[in-house]
C-alpha cells in the first residue's frame, strides 16, 4: 500500500518568513496529493491539492509543488501569519476507484509574532 | 447543510463497554469515510461507504468494530468491549463520488478509555 511520509514534524518561524513541509510518496501509481490544515480542536480542512499532470499550484501565499519522478511534493507559505500556526496534512491517493487519501504524520507549524 | 456532522462530540466511557458514534455527512455525498487520529498522526483510514455498501475496511478495523450506513446517509461506528487502546479522535468525512470536490472532514468524536 501507499506510504506517505512527511517532515518537518515541527517547524517554528518568525512572523513574515516562509515556511516548507515536504512529503514523499511510495506508490507510483498516485496522482491526487491534497493538503489539509487542521487547526486545534478543528477538524483537517483542505487548503490546496494539485494532480500528478501539474507541477505545481498556487494560491495566494500557498503553493504546492510536485515532482513525480522523485515521489515528493511540497507545500510552501510565504509571508506566514500567526493565524497560519496549525498541524498540516499532506496526503498522497489514486483519483477514481476507491480514492483514499493516504496521510502523513502532520506538521505543527508555529508562527511566532 | 452546515456540512459533515458528529455526535457525540467528546465520550468518556469505562474500559469493556461498547459505544456507538454517529456521523451525517453533507446531504448529497454519497461517500462517507471513517478515520482515527491518535496525537501526533496524521488520520489513519477506517472503513468506508458508498452509498449503502461498505467496499472497504482497513487492517485497523477489529473484530470489536464496526460500522453501518443503513439508508446511505448517517453512518455508525460501534466499538465493542473497548480498550484504552482505542482512546482517539474518530473522524467522519464525506465526498461525492471519488473525492474530486476533496473530502469533507467532521470535526470529530473524541473518545477516552479509562
Known amino acids: 500500500g501507499e506510504n506517505v511520509e512527511q517532515h518537518p514534524s515541527t517547524l517554528s518561524v518568525q512572523e513574515g518568513d516562509s515556511a516548507v513541509i515536504k512529503c514523499t510518496y511510495s506508490?507510483?501509481?498516485?496522482?491526487?496529493f491534497p493538503w489539509y490544515k487542521q487547526e486545534l480542536g478543528k477538524r483537517p480542512q483542505l487548503i490546496i491539492d494539485?494532480?500528478?499532470?501539474?507541477g505545481e499550484k498556487k494560491d495566494q501565499r500557498i503553493a504546492v509543488t510536485l515532482n513525480k519522478t522523485a515521489k515528493h511534493f511540497s507545500l510552501h507559505i510565504t509571508e506566514t501569519q500567526p493565524e497560519d500556526s496549525a498541524v498540516y496534512f499532506c496526503?498522497?491517493?489514486?483519483?477514481?476507484?476507491?480514492?483514499?487519501?493516504?496521510f502523513g504524520r502532520g506538521t505543527s507549524l508555529i508562527v511566532h509574532p | 447543510d452546515t456540512g459533515v456532522s458528529q455526535n457525540p462530540r467528546h465520550k468518556i466511557t469505562k474500559r469493556g463497554q461498547n459505544v456507538t458514534f454517529r456521523c451525517d455527512p453533507i446531504?448529497?455525498?454519497?461517500?462517507l469515510y471513517w478515520y482515527r487520529q491518535t496525537l501526533g498522526q496524521g488520520p489513519e483510514f477506517l472503513t468506508y461507504?458508498?452509498?449503502?455498501?461498505?467496499?472497504?475496511k482497513s487492517r485497523l478495523l477489529s473484530d470489536r468494530f464496526s460500522a453501518e450506513r443503513p439508508k446511505g446517509s448517517f453512518s455508525t461506528l460501534e466499538i465493542q468491549r473497548t480498550e484504552q487502546g482505542d482512546s482517539a479522535m474518530y473522524l467522519c468525512?464525506?465526498?461525492?463520488?471519488?473525492?474530486?470536490?476533496?473530502?469533507?472532514f467532521g470535526s470529530g468524536t473524541r473518545l477516552t478509555v479509562v
Open positions: 446531504s448529497e455525498h454519497n461517500r
Open positions: 506508490d507510483s501509481a498516485s496522482n491526487y
Open positions: 494539485i494532480r500528478s499532470n501539474v
Open positions: 468525512a464525506s465526498s461525492l463520488d471519488a473525492g474530486l470536490y476533496g473530502y469533507t
Open positions: 496526503a498522497a491517493s489514486i483519483e477514481g476507484g476507491s480514492y483514499i487519501p493516504t
Open positions: 461507504f458508498q452509498n449503502e455498501a461498505q467496499l472497504e
